[in-house]
């Protein structure tokens, strides 16, 4: 069974650090092989979106230990309470890449549409919406029990204070891999729910990172972040007739996105050729 050639891999992606002087972290498992490979899996970086994963975790557990229910609705609000002294914010909807929720202030919308709108549109009013049902500690908290030892989520998003003061959330790509395999592998909660964010995921609307290195043919799943210089993704790949694997990369100090986009893809494209290749290579 073909592995990723790590050396050449490695080379390729310090070439890529270096000529955009920026950081990359790489963190790839084969549920296949087993084989791993690791780049600065455990430089901390700042989450963005990619946070949203844990909160959709929290969400379906929530379900299962009967504290909710996925259809049922809870109103749509722009009005959140800043985790350094309370205070209230709101949200900007020309910062939101998901406009149409904003439609629905003051009415009920079922729970289980917020999650595929945090997801597969990367709503900021939903993700808030969610985090606030979830509670941030609470999520963080389920993250150590899968066995992410670094992640915080600490907050929903545009919460200025609390970004003044550096009280963001962050992760490392190694952590990103460990809650990705726990969803592919049925252990992040039961199958079913685990299959059911598999679809969500599925469903995504940014594919121009991991997915544009890989055949469109080939099954994905993925959720990206980006903010200012920061641009990641975090996804399942299932290549026919294998099982599949989780590939998650973060890089940092990239002002053009689409150069992030590209690197991130160049990577992505190199391991699945490296694992279509009818040998076995290290």
Known sequence: MPTVQSDALKTEITRLSDSLNAEIAVAFNDLETGQEFYYNEKSMMHAASTMKVPVMIEIFRMAERGELHLEDKIEVKNQFYSIVDSSVFSLDVNEDDCKTLYDSIGKKVIIRDLVFDMITRTSNLATNLLIELADAKKVTATMRELGAENIQVLRGVEDIKAYQKGWSNYTDAYDLAVIMRAIATAKAASEASCNEMIDILGQQFYRKKIPAGIPDSVKVVNKTGSIT?????????????????????????????????NAIANISRLIYNDLQQPRNLN
């Open 229 to 261: 210089a920061i641009s990641h993704d975090c996804a399942i790949v299932f290549p026919p007739q294998r099982k599949p694997y989780v590939l998650v990369v973060l890089t940092k100090g990239i002002a053009d996105p689409e150069k992030a986009e």
